[in-house]
């Protein structure tokens, strides 16, 4: 069976201003077109869409999913596995961080007592939550989906005191990137190694495994992705350099 892309357009959600940019960045060409310049997509076409959408949903960009189809020793049926996988994880998270949420406002509109650790605990969740909706999909691609879990496991199984360091080194972190920026220190300063430390700590207090050289990766990793660059520069613009500078110059 064959498609315009109108029909295409319909039968899958994706617009065809949408569907036309795929076609101009090489993601998906249509199979034929004719002399009137319509587009028409087949069955591999229609195949291919729905793969492309499984990535997205996932938020896996654009050129990592060409990549991805592009590579002559795709799996269509283990991706598709690994994408099951990967939205029934995503179902329990939700899951789990709707009863949370529902507990709270139970306990709310009840004028319950809400235990510190039931608090605790859903504040986890959301940070683990958070951290996947946003980073999740890149991070899985890069380290590998063991790798991202364990790190989820530590943060879940970090006592409240742990807990309370973590995010309380995270913020002085934050603070002492500002003041440093502001102060025009170099990251090559004694300040610079001071926060550089702080940083490892930081990295290591939930469990994760520490080399020189993994920490320079996650610190240029700051630079190369806006996120990471919006969340260390939202006050002061020149915080994410001067993280990434000053561990590239200490962790050694």
Known sequence: ME????????LSGVTTR????????????????????YRYYGKAEVDRLQDILYYRALGV??????ECLDDPSFDRLAALRNHLAALEAEQERLGKLIRSVKETIGAEERKEFMSDEQKFEAFKERTVAHNEEVYGAETRAK????????ANAAVMNLTQEQYRAWTGLG??????LEAAVQADLSPESEEGKEICTLHRRWLTITGNRYDPARHRGIAELYV??????AY???RIPGCVRFLRDAVV???K
């Open 249 to 251: 110059h200490w962790a």
């Open 232 to 234: 260390y520069d939202k």
């Open 143 to 150: 380290y590998g989906d063991k790798e991202v879990d364990e």
């Open 3 to 10: 498609y315009s892309i109108q029909e295409l357009s319909h």
């Open 224 to 229: 190369m992705d806006e996120r990471f660059t």
């Open 171 to 176: 913020q002085e972190i934050q603070e002492r």
């Open 61 to 66: 960009e654009l050129a990592r999913i060409k």
């Open 18 to 37: 949408t569907l036309r940019w795929y076609d101009q960045i090489g993601l998906l060409k249509p199979s034929r077109v004719a002399e009137s310049g």
